[in-house]
């Protein structure tokens, strides 16, 4: 079966310092994988995903993420925060090897970025 | 204008009251989804569909019912709603091969269940 697993339920950091998201998943083929924002009264936003190819993929609004296949993990990550990076984030994965089409989504991490 | 709307944005109705929330889509995707958000839960798929004559099960299916009136159109109804619905509910979709796309999102609907 696969899983994702968001560890952190909120996390802090200071504006113009470097953030980080955590997500580790686990599929028995060949994960795809997927980072969304939500912002306060919207839908979920698509930032950036994985497919195959370069572990470092870049997305929208400077934001980046590093797959690692050895530690099944795709950490979202900034280099300097903004205040307007506050928001809910969402790692997803589909095993891109098995028959289904379903995404799964993690629980979720709010990040406070703090002026 | 929104490329995937929701209606309503907002609802409250009492237990054992049907309720039907839509999604309409201009993107011309073939894919539309149903979630629910919780707190702590993150986004469970309620239903998904693949095309006009495609509707598929997710993983909390129970109490939940869904149309595809048209390519652009999905509807999810609650045929008798109980309190455990209260939920912020998403649609969303994709295109054609969606194990490589992203998803589109609706704004969602707030729904209540007294």
């Known amino acids: 079966a696969q899983s994702v697993a968001q560890p952190e339920d909120q996390v802090n950091v200071a504006e113009g310092n470097p953030l980080t998201v955590k997500c580790t998943y686990s599929?028995?083929?060949?994960?795809?994988l997927f980072w969304y924002v939500q912002y306060p009264n919207r839908g979920l936003q698509f930032l950036l995903k994985y497919i195959t190819g370069d572990n470092l993929v870049k997305g929208s609004y400077g934001f980046e993420a590093e797959f690692n296949k050895s530690q099944t993990s795709f950490h979202l990550k900034k280099p300097s925060a903004l205040v307007s990076d506050s928001a809910l984030y969402f790692c997803a994965v589909r095993d891109g090897t098995s028959g289904t089409y379903k995404y799964i989504f993690g629980t979720g991490t709010r990040l406070k970025v703090l002026a | 204008d929104a490329d995937v709307t929701q209606t309503p944005r907002n609802r409250i109705t009492k237990t054992g009251k049907r309720i039907m929330l839509e999604c309409s889509q201009t993107k011309g995707h073939d894919r539309m989804y149903w979630y629910r958000q919780d707190p702590g839960l993150g986004l469970r798929l309620i239903y998904y569909s693949f095309d006009v004559k495609d509707i598929n099960k997710g993983e909390i299916s129970d109490g939940y019912s869904v149309s595809r009136q048209a390519q652009a159109k999905f509807s999810l109804s609650l045929e008798s709603a109980i309190p455990n619905q209260t939920a912020l509910y998403f649609c969303?979709?994709?295109?054609?091969?969606?194990?490589?796309?992203?998803?589109?999102f609706g704004p969602g609907t707030r729904l209540t269940v007294l």
């Open positions: 969303a979709t994709s295109g054609a091969d969606s194990a490589l796309n992203e998803q589109f």
């Open positions: 599929v028995s083929g060949n994960p795809y």
